[in-house]
């Protein structure tokens, strides 16, 4: 597409929103800004969209949101009448146009004759995947970019299992969306009309009641966290985003009730202003509640990202200092204790299944292949962990245990279909209370699977690349890499690559190839001769190339040495 006839559409248009009009005013004499923001359209891919805020076919705007919402309401009506009465739940977090762009969606889709469902106010994503579930609806909506930095916002949706829409639906309604030829056209209706005709419904406690009385089901020792609950120090940071709305109800409601909130933190901000970044993954993240948590004497550090589906978990050390724990160490944690206590209990059945994504350390398949339970990988997208889960109800092969990505996103029980910060927070709290009852910490408990199962070290590299340039130079690190395969790196032999948009692993020595039975992904994931790895990934969301590591040994300086020698080798070669 021309970027300068597109621009100049948007000049021209004397009904163009006046804050996008002053914006584009700020814009005229930065081409380069211009150009980035008209170059393509948005792109809605099957996790749906997510981009900078602004005018212009490629930024978040009340028209890029109209289109895909005309997109939706076009895939619902296709589906039938009883579709379009089920309707379509949307929930938001606490970003700039965040509720703006959740009753913009609700018009549109009124506008055709479906009815929504609107949360009141800020709601994790979960209960959004909750929500879809409980009201029976057609699917969901919510506008979050996760942690993302304050200038982002995005849009995913949600098939009727309550669950990421899958890629055939998906794939739907990308069609539709990419049929909108004037995205000015779009059409909607007037909100108070629409709640007098029954086709939009703001909704709180309907769902709030139930969701929370499900996530009592996460609590394996529901004694124990009753009578002991009030032993662990708990100290809870939402990061400014939804997850403190039902995360401390729900710790309250099981039995922890000793919780130190971050106050600063409660704040809904759009702009996360204590905070580098909302990201719950990182020691940054962390700092206010780690002041907190020397203040008041925490046993754990608990946060949650803006739209409270992934957790960050940080622990007190026999120093008093405070470790975050990665994505990997809290769901191997997690899944230790959930098996270890089924196991013991006698009520982990034959058919137990684990999930975790294609980017996760293996720590946790030997832990699952302990305890009996067999693991199976996904590609990245919790998407794929639901669409397993609805495979395991239709045939009974297996019986859902516990589902995980190394980004920090569990599911432990399948009331809610996508990764669940408000479940997590009650598992992680769960743990730490016996172990702390046994006199041990979390950290203590991580030493003794690493003793068991063999010392894993992670690590994740992002290279950031913005805008039309950096989309290219992504392409080309991928296609250049994927084209010549490397035999070895760090000084270690490379036994096998799989490539997950080929479909194909190769043997490395032979050449010889076999087939991969997973949906396509650019992706590639090469294998040394003990079983640690390095992974290729350009993100799906973000202008970013991630780079992946799980490195195995039989002690933590050992790991660590070999990852450092392959991180700094594959660095080298990409630059090469």
């Known amino acids: 597409m021309n970027w300068q006839e597109e621009y100049q559409k948007w000049v021209a248009n004397d009904k163009l929103d006046s804050t996008l009009r002053k914006q584009l005013t700020n814009m005229e004499t930065n081409e380069k800004e211009l150009e980035d923001s008209f170059y393509r359209n948005m792109e809605f891919g099957t996790a749906g969209m997510r981009g900078v805020l602004g005018a212009g076919t490629n930024r978040m705007n009340i028209y890029t949101i109209r289109k895909a919402s005309l997109g939706l309401a076009q895939f619902v009506a296709e589906n039938g009448e009883e579709a379009k009465k089920r309707g379509i739940v949307i929930a938001y977090d606490p970003r700039h146009m965040s509720r703006e762009f959740a009753f913009e969606s609700a018009a549109v889709l009124g506008h055709h004759g479906v009815k929504s469902y609107v949360f009141d106010a800020l709601r994790p994503t979960p209960e959004l995947s909750f929500a879809v579930r409980h009201l029976n609806a057609f699917g969901g909506i919510v506008i979050t970019a996760s942690h993302n930095p304050p200038e982002y916002n995005g849009y995913k949706i949600y098939g009727e299992d309550g669950g990421q829409m899958p890629p055939t639906g998906a794939s739907a309604v990308i069609e539709y969306i990419n049929a909108v030829e004037d995205i000015f056209s779009v ?34 020792n529901k004694e124990l966290v009753q009578e002991r609950g009030e032993d662990l120090k708990i100290v809870f940071t939402p990061l400014h985003g939804t997850g403190g709305i039902l995360g401390v109800p729900a710790l309250e409601s099981v039995g922890f009730t000793n919780i130190v909130k971050v106050d600063e933190q409660f704040v809904n901000d759009p702009d996360f202003g ?52 990665s994505g990997n160490q ?81 599911m432990v029980k399948p009331f809610t279909r996508d990764k669940d910060a408000i479940q997590a927070v009650l598992a992680v709290a769960e743990v730490a209370l016996v172990s702390k009852v046994a006199g041990r910490t979390l950290l203590e408990d991580l030493d003794q699977i690493y003793d068991e199962f063999g010392y894993y070290n992670e690590d994740l590299v992002s290279l950031t690349l913005s805008g039309k340039d950096g989309s290219e130079r992504i392409k080309e690190i991928t296609s250049n890499f994927r084209e010549q395969l490397p035999t070895s790196m760090g000084g270690f032999v490379v036994e096998r690559a799989e490539d997950y948009l080929r479909s194909e692993t190769t043997w ?18 090469c294998y040394f001769e003990d079983g640690s790895w390095f992974c290729l990934r350009p993100s799906g969301t973000e202008p970013k190339i991630k780079f992946y590591f799980s490195i195995r040994g039989e002690s933590k300086e050992e790991s660590t040495a070999k990852l450092e020698k392959v991180k700094a080798d594959l660095m080298q070669h990409i630059e090469a």
Do not use: W
């Open 330 to 410: 809290i769901g191997a944690i997690i899944l230790h204790y959930l098996l270890k206590q089924k196991k013991a209990q006698n009520e982990l059945p034959a058919n137990a299944a684990v999930l975790k994504s294609i980017v996760t350390s293996n720590l946790g398949t030997e832990i699952a292949k302990h305890y009996g339970a067999e693991m199976i990988e996904v590609l990245t997208g919790f998407k794929f962990i639901a669409e397993q889960i609805k495979h395991f109800e239709e045939t009974g092969k297996h019986t859902f245990e516990f589902g995980y990505e190394e980004s920090n996103g569990y």
């Open 187 to 220: 059409e909607v209706a007037n909100q108070e009309l629409l709640i007098e005709n029954g086709l939009l419904e703001v909704i709180s406690e309907k769902v709030d009641r139930p969701y929370l009385e499900k996530l009592k089901e996460v609590i394996v």
């Open 274 to 325: 204590t905070v580098k970044s909302p990201n719950p993954e990182n020691r940054e993240a962390f700092l206010l509640a780690i002041e907190y948590g020397k203040k008041f004497g925490g046993d754990i550090l608990v946060g949650t990202d803006p739209d409270a589906d992934r957790l960050g978990v940080a622990v007190r050390n026999a120093d008093g200092e405070y470790k975050v724990l």
């Open 508 to 525: 490395i020595a032979t050449g010889k190839t076999e087939a991969i039975h997973l949906p396509t992904a650019d992706v590639i994931k």
